[in-house]
């Protein structure tokens, strides 16, 4: 390998290692305010990227009857609810998110042509497309089971995660897709090329994270989200609905998500479920961070993105094994620094 | 009792007969019902017993299927593997071999870790091992490997899939009685105080490390026979049915079935087979495309479950046939003396300047107390002074900062609450650690985990029932003497919280201590129970028992104690008759308020 390659591999590797970063953070803060290890994160990356991969092709995205159908039901829930506790009046704002928004969106996306709109309004209407979905998952299938362990909200996660693998096939088909580029533009440091997506990458995903660090520590509803991850019981006492907290936190999450699918969907080819592997990868990353520490999660994702590059020029049949086999040196030092007293959930 | 033997006898006979009335077709569909069955019982194990979890188990089954698949097919082995080849039956040693070494290392990897490493883990080398199965050419790559000799059993050719259904289901059922076993014996209660969390089960000296092994290693056992199973029926095989996919839905059967039931695997794998089967016939023509919809219908179904009835179909199935189980008989024999006898006013517990910090926080600060066989001490002050914490750096629980603590003459500080429990120092906790859905009897035999010798391989085979009965009949004993004994098979979680708490001194009894640390003993009680408690408590202290006890009744404190220790802001500030510390002006200041 000489320099060139290495560079050019380096470059490759901190791409997808900073896509890896943000579904680290994303994973970081779900499981820190609702306990849920979220594996169906990867799924909005590919929803994000396959979104807005159908408004190029002139065609009607599939996440369309996917927000409809999922607020409709999210709707029959809270108004079901809401007659059992007879607070008739409290349901408007709900049927306001559920029904009018997805209506609104609808009608946008059929009516209003996205095909011939520049890029940027269109990532803008797939991510308004995708991140209600967020919540939703939330209401109809964690918010039941808010105070069960934490393995019941695992295998609920992994079940979501295959409910939306399907739902994917089925409304986006089985081809992939590949979105153009937000930037054509490529310049030369060096000798080597940098292309302008690579530059996007990078720029977008400092920009969420120093946002994120913002919210989080600026803002009063950050510092709610907070208080919520240390404490729920705490939280609640202080006014804090653990409820909100929840959807906002898988709000969050949605965003990140489809972000990053519309990020990465210009670099490589995205099928409908190609989420779930590079979801596992800002995984690992979390992991490395004890899915407690935000920047040593972010750095832990950027190392698998590096390693991902590296080995897949030395042994790239063995690409996926090195990466995942990682998670296992990292959970021996984990393993060695933990105390483990009573962790009983 | 009868109805269930019944109900076990008809469905063998049942299981017999299908494979020479059913179509071909069916008798497939249940040949991998019991390969199912075989894994998902692991999967219980696991989840619903141990309280861990496993979307793995895929790649152990892939474990024993490609050990016995390269071993009977490959030809120019290198010297040190030829002599392993050829025989299915040594390949399923050398599987179980290779299963057994892979999840000892993965088990020493995560098991130490708190709950959702483990899964994760998992999920992390199920698609590891899968890429690997599919990447290396020694193993055909992902088009696999064909060719698999047929299994021969007694001179018998399994050729056919209704041959080879009886092999399939004979080791079901075997498999699912050595589980049922191991489940009712000593090591198996171990297991199943896992899910109570690690602190009271180590204090009841159970090594939870050694436990949680153990049903990770059985749990990959498991898949490994399996794997071999289905290579030897197949015939073929390549990676996929290996993949992570196929091992989320070992843990769905399970959650299907009823994690927490044995026979919840049986039910789990047959439902979900059956159902998948289903749902591929009819979804892609009702939605007019081919694909895997299946999983939408399956991932909905499970969270539903999940939300609704977490205890899966088994329990429903079970109350269809009544299980009129009869009290375990046993006898309740003399209790055993305390090993060793000391004479009373032997120094039992020495703390020496005792000092806990937990970062800058100092809970405990230059604590020295002692207590004497046949003595009752109670360690009292006001909330948040520190005694809890002390019991927990006394018992082994915590590392204590500095100072030391000796029990009956040994440095016991540094070493953890396994150990110091089994050097004859037992424990109830604040917060009562019980494991609701067990008996009162199962409950309190746990305490006499460190009575029993007989290892996992008794347990599986009930080879060691002499020593099961003297445990039972020890801690049946026990639960007389506290005045329990009425409750012996009513599941703990349906006592009141008082009786839960003297249940928990008949199980710190059960490891027959010489010091006895009681945590509120007395809190939830009425007046005579109390008073029980305290004739009880007399009675222990005549045996030549120490007992420490944290309390905050004073009027049971002082009729009933030898010396009172106070403690306030971590400190010891008072100790002495129960009389001179209730005349004491720093005592009555820390109670009442500085403005004394």
Redo the contacts between chains.
């Keep these: 390998m000489d320099l060139q390659v290495a560079l050019l591999l380096g470059q490759d590797g901190l791409t997808n290692g900073a896509i890896y970063a943000l579904l680290a953070l994303a994973l970081v803060l779900v499981f820190a305010v609702t306990r849920v290890?979220f594996i169906p994160q990867g799924e909005f990356v590919a929803f994000g990227a396959l979104t807005l991969a159908s408004f190029q092709a002139d065609k009607t995205p599939g996440t369309l009857w996917l927000l409809l159908a999922a607020g409709g039901l999210v709707s029959l829930f809270e108004v079901g609810a809401a007659l059992r506790r007879r607070k008739l009046g409290l349901v408007a704002p709900t049927l306001l998110w559920n029904l009018a928004y997805p209506a609104l969106a609808a009608a946008i996306a059929v009516l209003g042509h996205p095909v011939a709109w520049p890029l940027a309004f269109q990532v803008l209407l797939s991510l308004a497309l995708v991140v209600p979905l967020g919540p939703m998952v939330y209401r109809?299938?964690f918010q039941?089971?808010a105070e069960?362990?934490?393995?019941?909200l695992?295998?609920?996660a992994?079940?979501?995660?295959?409910?939306l693998?399907?739902?994917g096939?089925?409304i986006f088909?089985?081809e992939g897709s590949r979105t153009p580029p937000f930037s054509e533009a490529s310049f030369e440091i060096g000798s080597i090329a940098v292309n302008g997506q690579t530059v996007w990458v990078l720029v977008a995903s400092l920009v969420l994270v120093g946002s994120l660090f913002v919210f989080f520590d600026r803002t009063l509803r950050g510092k709610a989200l907070r208080a919520t991850a240390l404490n729920r019981t705490g939280a609640r006492l202080m006014g804090i609905s653990t409820v909100k907290a929840g959807k906002q936190a898988f709000m969050l999450a949605a965003l990140i998500g489809a972000f990053s699918g519309v990020l990465i969907a210009p670099i490589t080819t995205i099928y409908y479920d190609s989420g779930f592997?590079i979801g596992?990868k800002g995984?690992?990353g979390a992991?490395v961070g004890g899915?407690t520490s935000y920047p040593i999660a972010a750095a832990g994702a950027v190392l698998v993105g590096l390693l991902e590059s590296y080995s897949s020029f030395w042994a790239s049949?063995?690409k996926?094994?090195i990466v995942?086999?990682l998670?296992?040196p990292v959970?021996?030092w984990?393993?060695l620094k933990?105390q483990?007293?009573?962790?009983?959930? | 009792m009868m109805r269930r033997h019944l109900g076990f006898i008809a469905f063998v006979g049942l299981l017999g007969v299908c494979p020479l009335v059913l179509p071909e077709f069916y008798v497939t569909l249940l040949n991998y019902i019991g390969l199912s069955a075989l894994v998902t019982l692991g999967v219980v194990l696991l989840?619903g017993v141990g309280?861990l979890?496993s979307?793995g188990q895929a790649a152990f089954v892939g474990l024993g299927a490609y050990s016995t698949a390269f071993l009977t097919t490959a030809t120019d082995l290198p010297l040190w593997v030829a002599p392993f080849a050829g025989s299915p039956w040594i390949a399923l040693l050398a599987g179980l071999l290779l299963t057994g070494v892979v999840a000892l290392v993965?088990g020493f990897?995560?098991l130490?870790?708190?709950?959702?490493?483990l899964?994760?883990?998992t999920?992390?080398?199920g698609?590891?091992l899968y890429?690997?199965f599919g990447?290396l050419d020694f193993l055909g790559g992902f088009t696999g490997i064909s060719g698999i000799p047929v299994l021969s059993v007694v001179g018998i050719e399994l050729r056919s899939g209704r041959a080879f259904y009886y092999l399939i289901w004979i080791v079901v059922l075997v498999a699912v009685r050595v589980i049922q076993n191991l489940l009712d014996s000593r090591e198996g209660r171990a297991i199943r105080a896992l899910q109570?969390?690690?602190?009271m089960a180590e204090a009841m000296g159970v090594d939870t490390a050694r436990a949680k092994m153990i049903v990770f290693v059985l749990a990959a056992f498991l898949a490994c026979v399996s794997g071999w199973l289905y290579a030897h029926l197949q015939r073929f095989i390549n990676p996929t049915p290996f993949g992570l996919q196929v091992g989320?839905e070992y843990?769905?059967m399970a959650?299907i079935g009823g994690a927490a039931h044995v026979w919840g695997a049986v039910v789990g794998a047959a439902a979900f087979t059956i159902l998948k089967q289903w749902l591929q016939d009819w979804l892609p023509s009702l939605?007019g495309?081919s694909?895997?919809?299946?999983?939408?219908v399956?991932?909905?179904l499970?969270?539903v479950m999940?939300?609704r009835a977490?205890e899966g179909l088994w329990p429903v199935l079970a109350r269809l046939v009544p299980d009129t189980k009869q009290p375990i008989t046993f006898e309740v024999t003399e209790v055993s003396p305390r090993n060793p006898i000391l004479a009373l006013g032997t120094e039992l517990l020495d703390c020496r300047n005792v000092r806990k910090e937990f970062g800058g926080l100092v809970a405990n600060d230059d604590m020295s107390l002692l207590v004497g066989a046949g003595e009752i001490v109670a360690l009292i002050g006001p909330n948040g002074a520190g005694k809890s914490t002390m019991f927990n750096v006394v018992s082994g629980?915590?590392p204590l900062t500095s100072g030391e603590v000796r029990f009956r003459g040994e440095r016991v500080d540094g070493m953890g609450a396994r150990q110091i429990a089994r050097r004859g120092m037992s424990r109830s906790f604040q917060h009562v650690r019980l494991l609701p859905c067990m008996s009162v009897l199962e409950n309190v035999a746990i305490g006499a985990h460190g009575r029993g010798r007989a290892g996992v391989l008794a347990a599986c085979l009930h080879t060691e029932r002499r020593e099961e009965r003297e445990i039972l009949s020890f801690a049946a004993a026990q639960i007389e003497r506290v005045g329990l004994g009425e409750f012996m098979v009513a599941p703990a979680g349906s006592l009141p919280l008082g009786q839960q708490r003297i249940l928990e001194i008949a199980r710190a009894l059960c490891a027959n201590p010489s010091l006895l640390l009681l945590d509120e003993p007395a809190a939830g009680l009425r007046y005579l129970e109390k008073q029980a408690l305290g004739e009880l408590l007399r009675r222990l202290r005549e045996e030549g028992i120490g007992i420490l006890l944290v309390e905050h009744d004073m009027d049971f404190v002082m009729g009933l104690v030898d010396r009172c220790v106070v403690m306030e802001f971590g400190q010891k500030i008072a100790e002495g008759l129960p009389a001179e510390v209730q005349a004491n002006p720093a005592v009555l200041a820390a109670y009442l308020g500085g403005a004394l």
């Design positions: 290890v109809l299938a039941p089971l069960a362990s934490v393995l019941v695992l295998i609920v992994v079940a979501v995660h295959l409910v693998v399907g739902l096939l089925l088909g089985a592997l596992l995984f690992v992991i899915l049949a063995f996926e094994v995942f086999t998670i296992i959970l021996l984990r393993s933990s483990d007293i009573d962790e009983h959930q | 989840t309280g979890t979307f993965l990897l995560t130490r870790l708190s709950g959702h490493y899964p994760l883990g999920i992390a080398w698609i590891s890429f690997l990447n109570g969390g690690t602190l989320i843990l769905f959650v939605l495309s694909g895997s919809y299946e999983v939408i399956l991932g909905v499970l969270v999940l939300q977490r629980v915590w």
